[in-house]
């Protein structure tokens, strides 16, 4: 009896060795040692580098560096965002996330949930290749390098359609009022003056309001409102806000605008249907040749056409050839990865990738980006068509750059403005009631702090 539970118990733990080996080698041959990432990207299907991007960015990676198996999660705009906050509440953030340096990307920074990249950019070096105020902690929402971005970005560019004033017997104008002056005679041959997409709501106040605010409130004027210097209510706030009143006055902008959705206006642009638009220089992408196509929403011939500047001089304001400025977006790792760790190597090399001197590169060829944060790139060496090249010239254009709204101030205080700039545009506010809005939602921000 003794000799047959001796059997029986060897017997058992032979078979739990088999099984605990078998288990393992199960593990090992479906994720093959791999460390898994999961990454939330920021794809925009109409780009011209959209079709591009899997094999140049994502499949070159994983081929480079085999030892790591990326889960990717590709969104869009505001579904995007959306999916960013749900994230974020649940605790559930991806291990790598494309994220802006606040604004819409606030919650990541403000709830710390990015880790400090400092230390590992420290380590390897990559102050010496970066630009510096692309490595400036204060740049970014949490106060810290929660993203290593890969552009330095103007949120305002003014697209200038000459075949459409060449039509109308027009030239750019130089000035605000020339730009009134041509809305009757572009309105006489078909055209809108200019274009828009305020369907969505950012779009106005990122794209264009922030600008006409740095103009009127000159240099440092979000710092004297977060000091409390300053109040929203001020003369120089809401004159900012009476100007994009004065706007549909004008007739310059129309009411078809705030139904205009950021997809279609580019097609509105490129079919003449507008003398001007009113976008990023990001933008630049949505129009130049697409490589697996060979197709561009703008020809290279046609984009010859086209000027990439800023808006006009306006009277009364306190700067002018101006334009609104922002860190560019860049990639951020999930805090709660440990110091240390497989996965955090694998983290920092994907990020080191997504914003290093290839894909920035790639990225100045296909429009991703217009000013790289990179300084050992050859531009000089790289494919540009026209407006790629205009993008590159925009710095000469302007003389300042003050802040994008949804950068400077926390979402309780812009969404207020994004929604009062609509409501200006409807007729269902004044210019007044918004920067009481404003103000009243800086103040109930303020005192949670």
């Known amino acids: 009896m003794k000799n047959l539970k001796r059997f029986l118990l060897i017997s058992f733990a032979s078979v739990l060795v088999i099984l605990c080996v078998a288990c393992t080698g199960k593990k090992d041959s479906q994720n093959g040692g791999q460390v898994e990432l999961r990454v939330l990207n920021y794809y925009d299907m109409t780009a011209a580098s959209a079709a591009d ?25 505001e579904p995007f965002h959306n999916k960013v ?72 560019t003014f697209y200038v359609n000459n075949e459409v004033l060449k039509d109308a017997g027009l030239s750019p104008a130089k000035t605000y009022a020339e730009l009134k002056a041509q809305v009757p005679v572009l309105r006489a041959k078909g055209y809108d003056t200019v274009l828009i997409a305020q369907q969505d709501t950012w779009v106005m106040q990122s794209c264009f309001f922030s600008l006409v605010a740095g103009r009127f409130g000159g240099e ?35 009411k078809a605008t705030l139904t205009t959705d950021y997809g279609s206006v580019i097609g509105q642009f490129s079919t003449n249907k507008g003398a001007y638009l ?51 977006t860049g990639w951020g790792m999930n805090a709660n990865i440990p110091a240390g760790s497989a996965k955090e190597d694998a983290a920092w090399r994907l990020i080191k990738w997504l914003s290093g001197k290839e894909v920035q590169s790639w990225l100045l060829e296909t429009g991703g980006t217009v000013t790289p944060t990179r300084t050992d790139i050859d ?71």
Do not use: C
């Open 53 to 77: 991007e899997i094999p140049t960015v994502w499949e070159a990676f994983e081929k480079a560096n085999p030892d790591i198996k990326l889960i990717r999660e590709d969104l869009f705009n």
């Open 85 to 156: 906050e749900a994230y974020a509440a649940a605790g559930q953030l991806p291990d790598v996330v494309y994220a802006w340096p606040s604004g819409r990307s606030s919650t990541l920074h403000t709830q710390h949930l990015l880790k400090d990249l400092a230390p590992l950019i420290q380590r390897d070096g990559l102050a010496s290749i970066y630009v510096p105020a692309s490595l400036d902690p204060t740049a970014q929402g949490a106060g810290y390098i929660g993203i290593l971005p890969r552009a330095i970005t103007s949120s305002h």
């Open 220 to 254: 440092g004027w979000e710092k004297k409102i977060l000091s409390g210097q300053a109040k929203f209510t001020d003369s120089d706030f809401v004159s900012a806000l009476e100007f994009i009143k004065t706007m549909y006055d004008d007739g310059v902008l129309t």
């Open 278 to 328: 009113i976008d990023g220089d990001w933008r630049i992408a949505a129009f130049i040749t697409d490589k697996s196509t060979g197709q561009a929403l703008i020809s290279p011939a046609r984009q010859n056409s086209i000027d990439i500047t800023v808006f006009p001089d306006i009277s009364g304001a306190k700067l002018n050839k101006s334009t609104s400025t922002i860190l560019g």
């Open 379 to 449: 531009t000089g060496s790289l494919a540009l068509e026209p407006m790629q090249k205009g993008g590159g010239a925009l710095g000469t254009q302007y003389t300042t750059g003050t802040v994008v709204i949804d950068g400077a101030f926390h979402s309780d205080v812009y969404t207020p403005i994004n929604d009062g700039l609509q409501q200006i545009g409807a007729g269902t506010r004044t210019p007044r009631q918004v920067a009481e809005a404003a103000q009243r939602a800086f103040d109930t921000w303020k005192a949670s702090q």
